[in-house]
């Protein structure tokens, strides 16, 4: 058996917005397996920026060119506007790519459906990025629960929120919903993902989808209720007009509560530049540690440390020996059911409970 170090695993990156460059992009350079080859990005602003950060790749302006120099890569990496991922990803697997795409997959069940059909019949590996698996708080959270302290935990909520109650002109704020714009699109992905892991599939689905600020054209104020097939009931709040935010995650038990505040710190540390091997890099401050127990008797649970940099590693490992990819791209099926009916359950400021079976 050879001893030779393994070649890295050449990357045909597309998009270099925040998703490319703040996450991916250094997340790949830093796993040491990889190296990027091809960035993909139109606006100029951004060229520079790939080419400054990453000399040794050619910056193209457009997907076509990208697919020209794509049998000199192993794996597309799709981050771009969420109603270009299915497209994309597609074109990837049949220049004989591997694909990761950021969430969320697709914009239907209908599209995640088909596309990793595509990737099967390719036999090309299809995989989604769902970094908020390794925030530090939803860690402990997981941890909480095997601990068995809580006793039997019946309920869960789980809240993204911040205070922008002006529509600004970002592309976020100005995407119709039916192009993937709007905060159950954004957040959603995340936040049902970490319900599901925790507690299993669900049975029924109560949604509240608003659009509360002044000239909005896609949500900002979610609401989401599963009805677990265990009996747990998650909560999930996604909002842009939360003036006072709620917990990030608070569990409810027979026995006691754990109650935690606070946004996991590798997105803004990634913003300013953090490297990810700075000793700190995913530590949270003692201040914004959870609390657990009951009434006035609290104690502290230390936030576990962040780990995005897990992803590509374990990924690579699976391109390698081709065993399982970090994240299934069929969980994005049973997320996007729920998506889907959230949409089609909320018509302006009604709400309704919406019946769902869980297939998968």
Not at 101 to 108: F, G, I, R, S
Request: hydrophobic share 40%.
């Amino acid at each position: 058996m050879s001893n030779a170090p393994a070649q890295p695993l050449r990357v045909l990156l597309f998009g270099y917005g925040l998703a490319g460059q703040v996450f991916h992009a250094p997340l790949l350079a830093a796993s040491g397996d990889y190296t990027i080859d091809v960035i993909v990005t139109s606006a100029p602003a951004r060229s520079a920026a790939a080419r400054a950060d990453h000399p040794g790749a050619r910056v193209v302006a457009d997907a076509d060119a990208a697919f020209a120099a794509a049998g000199d890569c192993d794996l597309a990496v799709v981050c771009t506007p969420n109603d270009t991922h299915v497209e994309l990803a597609r074109r990837a697997l049949d220049a004989g790519l591997h694909v990761v795409v950021d969430k969320p997959l697709a914009l239907t069940v209908q599209e995640a459906e088909s596309l990793i059909e595509a990737a099967d019949t390719a036999d090309r590996t299809l995989t989604v990025f769902q970094n908020r698996r390794w925030d530090g708080d939803f860690l402990t959270v997981r941890d909480v629960l095997a601990s068995g302290e809580l006793g039997d935990v019946f309920g869960f909520e789980s809240a993204f929120e911040w205070w922008k109650p002006e529509v600004t002109a970002g592309r976020k704020d100005r995407t119709s919903v039916a192009d993937g714009g709007g905060i159950l699109y954004d957040l959603a992905p995340h936040l049902i993902d970490q319900a599901l892991i925790l507690f299993g599939p669900v049975r029924a689905v109560h949604a509240e989808v608003d659009a509360r600020r002044p000239h909005a054209v896609n949500d900002d104020d979610v609401l989401v209720s599963l009805e677990h097939e265990s009996g747990v009931r998650s909560r999930l709040w996604m909002s842009s007009v939360a003036a006072q935010g709620r917990p990030r995650f608070l569990l409810r038990g027979t026995r006691g509560a754990y109650v935690k505040f606070g946004l996991d710190p590798q997105e803004s540390q990634l913003q300013a530049g953090k490297r990810l091997d700075d000793a700190d890099f995913g530590a949270e401050p003692r201040d914004s540690w959870g609390r657990i127990g009951t009434g006035a008797d609290l104690r502290e649970v230390p936030t576990r440390r962040g780990s995005y940099e897990s992803y590509y590693p374990q990924l690579a490992a699976a391109l390698r020996t081709g065993s399982r990819p970090p994240v299934d791209p069929r969980d994005s099926i049973a997320v996007m059911r729920i998506v889907e009916a959230a949409h089609g359950g909320s018509r302006q400021a009604d709400t309704y409970f919406i019946p769902w079976s869980h297939s998968g």
